[in-house]
């Protein structure tokens, strides 16, 4: 039996899981769905966010429980956690990430989609079952109030979410300067993933067919704000690890 991963589809979050199963060359389906769907699916593997990796002996309800999980079939110079300090520093980064980064990036996108309506739904039912995408198309108006009101959105969060996702690239950039091609030791680990993926709905990267969500179908202040944030160290950065470091899926249709 191969490993399910619910995921919410366009989730930044749910990529850093699928980029680790992927790299490690796991068997596993993608139970892809909208947000707000999602929930029918997590509650059966006993958590409520994307990732849930459900496994023989469990689910993991968290996409660095995901990580690790992946990283233990893999010899010691592959992992995402090196042994030591290069791992501890990586694990720190990661969560410095996790913990900042994916709610800004997030926020940013989203209230740049939200009042678009087409463009959120060209987004959110990508590579989601047909039944659901129409489904979400009806209830666009009440789905869309209902995901403002849970991520705690306000007149202020464009400029918040903003800010902070500037400050992140330039702390990024500023740890590159030195010519580094990783954030930690000579390796990429869970840190390098962890960022990029994050980063992902923030950056332009129209020009790798792979990229799920595509500045094409963003509304023209996102797209210009993706293409500007991608000529920057840390944007240039992303586009590096996914063409040199993402590798192909290793899921398996279901
Ligand atoms: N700490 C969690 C955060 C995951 C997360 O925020 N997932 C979002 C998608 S971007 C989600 O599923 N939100 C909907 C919900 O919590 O119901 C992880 O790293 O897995």
Redesign the pocket.
């Known amino acids: 039996m191969p490993l399910r991963l619910v995921t ?1 589809t366009v ?4 990529e ?1 899981a699928r980029w680790a199963l992927d790299r490690a060359g796991m068997r596993y389906t993608e139970d892809g769905h909208a ?1 707000l769907v ?2 029918a699916f ?1 509650a059966m593997g006993g958590g ?4 849930l990796l459900v496994t023989p002996h469990g689910s993991l ?4 429980d995901i990580l690790r999980f992946a990283d233990r079939g893999l010899e010691e110079a592959r992992r995402l956690y090196p042994e030591g300090a290069l791992g501890a520093e990586a694990a720190e980064l990661e969560d410095h990430f ?1 913990r900042k980064l ?1 709610p800004a990036t ?1 926020a940013l996108a989203y209230s740049y989609l939200m009042p678009d309506a087409e463009a959120f739904l060209r987004v959110v039912s990508r590579d989601v079952p047909r039944l659901e995408a129409a489904a979400v198309r009806a209830l666009r108006r009440p789905m869309i109030a209902l995901m403002k009101k ?1 991520l705690g959105f306000t007149d202020g969060t464009r400029a918040w979410a903003d800010e902070r996702v500037r400050a992140l690239f330039a702390e990024v950039g500023a740890r590159l300067a030195d010519g580094r091609r990783y954030l930690t030791g000579e390796r990429f680990t869970a840190a390098d993933l962890t960022f990029a993926s994050l980063a992902d709905p923030v950056v332009d990267r129209d020009d790798d067919p792979r990229a799920r969500f595509r500045t094409e179908d963003a509304p023209s202040a996102l797209a210009a704000e993706r293409r500007e944030l991608r000529k920057t160290p840390a944007g240039e950065y992303v586009a590096r690890l996914y063409r040199d470091e993402r590798g192909l899926s290793s899921a398996v249709a279901r």
């Open positions: 919410i989730s930044h979050y749910c850093k947000p999602h929930r997590t409520t966010s994307t990732p309800t968290d996409s660095t996790d994916g997030r849970g």
